[in-house]
């Protein structure tokens, strides 16, 4: 069993910055591929970035391409989003997700282990 925890979420102005973390527990993330996805009101969740095992390929959702940087410390047991230039419709929860298998995959069903998910606010 694995248990996710994010944090680093908050309030920010357009075109300021956050970095949220993903710290696991339980089991060490250890072969596992990781998401983060995000779910704004009345919308449906949504792929942002994702980062395989051994971090040799990451993918991001087009509309935070050039802005957000996925990437995790494995001796640390952590996954970060580094978001720049943030927008007011990136205002979402962020959640993290675990996947165990060498490649990060864009659809939720891929991830077996999910955190509570962090709130991000970006004002205009």
């Known amino acids: 069993q694995v248990q996710l925890v994010e944090s680093g979420g908050g309030l920010v102005q357009a075109g300021g910055s956050l970095r949220l973390s993903c710290a696991a527990s339980?089991?060490?993330?250890?072969?596992?591929?990781m998401g983060w996805f995000r779910q704004a009101p009345g919308k449906e969740r949504e792929f942002v970035a994702g980062?395989?095992?051994?971090?040799?390929?990451?993918g991001y959702a087009d509309s935070v391409k050039g802005r957000f940087t996925i990437s995790r410390d494995n001796a640390k047991n952590t996954v970060y989003l580094q978001m720049n230039s943030l927008k007011p419709e990136d205002t979402a929860v962020y959640y993290c997700?675990?996947?165990?298998?060498?490649?990060?995959?864009?659809?939720?069903?891929?991830?077996?282990?999910w955190g509570q998910g962090t709130q991000v606010t970006v004002s205009s």
């Open positions: 997700a675990a996947n165990y298998r060498s490649a990060y995959r864009t659809s939720q069903a891929g991830y077996t282990y």
């Open positions: 339980g089991r060490t993330l250890s072969g596992y591929a």
């Open positions: 980062i395989s095992w051994l971090s040799d390929n990451t």
